[in-house]
């Protein structure tokens, strides 16, 4: 099967647009190799959904979504998946107890998670945003596209950064 039929076979049985997402997906995988490496972590399947928020680590499961929203958004679709990825550094960190500054700070953090429940409520974000598995996740991320990117971003509202 060449590569044109193949798609016309995906494409038949789960639509232009989830082609689109997956041929979003394949852009990153470099960044998910380099991401595996220098967080010293195995890769983990990274796929498309229809969530409110931009991006989430599945814990239980092992693996992230990355909002079908941003998918087609380079730029934002790195900014998640590098935040979420280091996400996932934290569990692996705290599941086979390596030691590391922060492991303390992110293993109560995982087990007592604050979640909004208003994502639009401006206290709630604040709280979520300060937690020490956020914050990291964000430093991370603004470290990560600085250092390898060579980009400046800003992450949060600019009171956060």
Same mark, same amino acid.
């Given at each position: 099967m060449n590569d044109k039929q193949l798609?016309?076979?995906?494409?038949?049985y789960f639509g232009e647009e989830k082609w689109n997402e997956e041929e979003s997906l394949?852009?990153?995988?470099?960044?998910?190799e380099h991401l595996s490496q220098? $967080? &010293?972590?195995e890769r983990i399947p990274v796929l498309t959904d229809d969530i409110e928020e931009d991006s /989430? *680590?599945?814990i239980q499961e092992n693996y992230i979504i990355i909002s079908n929203k941003?998918?087609?958004?380079?730029?934002?679709?790195?900014k998640a998946l590098v935040h979420e990825y280091k996400h996932y550094h934290q569990y692996c960190i705290v599941e086979n107890n390596i030691a590391h500054p922060l492991q303390n700070f992110w293993q109560?953090? $995982? &087990?007592?998670?604050y979640q909004p429940q208003d994502f639009n409520d401006s206290e709630?974000?604040? /709280? *979520?945003y300060l937690q020490p598995i956020e914050l990291d996740a964000f430093a991370f991320t603004k470290y990560y596209f600085h250092k390898y990117l060579n980009q400046s971003i800003q992450q949060l509202h600019e009171e956060f950064e």
């Open positions: 798609k016309e076979e995906f494409v038949k394949a852009k990153l995988q470099t960044i998910e220098i $967080l &010293q972590v /989430r *680590y599945m941003i998918i087609h958004d380079q730029f934002q679709a790195i109560e953090n $995982l &087990q007592n998670p709630q974000m604040t /709280r *979520y």
